[in-house]
């Protein structure tokens, strides 16, 4: 298992890097004027280089891969195919990956799990496939990203040194 790989597999199932970063990037545009798309993308990657988010992103992976190919049993069939909204297994799944960072990442989270933009929204919304468990895991990927970004924040730095 490597960062390539993870990235692959996300790719596999319709998620790049650079709109996870869209997410990240519009995240903490207001609290760092000077943030750039590379910068949002390079924290994407980092939170990617840990082996408890690849391993988190590999088993919601695979259970919506499953629930895909009708390969689980009931009723949790039945529930990953209606995306039941009361099911918040997904929710506590992507959790395991923003944990890291913090409250910020956390909050973050919730915020995108309500908002669901970009590819979030575009997860949510396939009828194509199900991606219970990819849309939340997403929101966590930029969340924890957008965290680690507002932690090297300088102009944060500064207000707490003054």
Do not use: W
């Not at 319709?14 to 993308?41: K, S």
């Not at 994407?44 to 190919?69: M, P, S």
């Not at 099911?87 to 992507?94: K, N």
């Not at 990819?134 to 929101?139: C, E, H, M, S």
């Amino acid at each position: 298992m490597t960062e390539r790989h993870i990235i692959e597999t996300l790719e596999a199932r319709g998620v790049r890097i650079p709109q996870i970063a869209e997410i990240v990037y519009r995240l903490q545009l207001p609290y760092n004027p000077e943030l750039t798309m590379e910068e949002c993308e390079e924290s994407v990657r980092e939170v990617l280089k840990k082996r408890e988010v690849q391993f988190t992103l590999y088993t919601g992976i695979a259970l919506d891969q499953l629930a895909e190919r009708k390969l689980l049993p009931e009723p949790l069939q039945s529930i990953l195919e209606a995306d039941e909204p009361l099911y918040g297994v997904d929710e506590t799944v992507a959790l395991g990956i923003i944990h890291v960072y913090g409250m910020i990442g956390l909050t973050s989270f919730g915020y995108l799990d309500k908002e669901k933009s970009g590819i979030i929204r575009q997860l949510n919304d396939d009828k194509n496939g199900i991606h219970v468990f990819l849309d939340d895991l997403v929101a966590g990927l930029a969340a924890a990203a957008s965290a680690r970004i507002a932690h090297q924040n300088k102009n944060v730095r500064k207000y707490l040194e003054s």
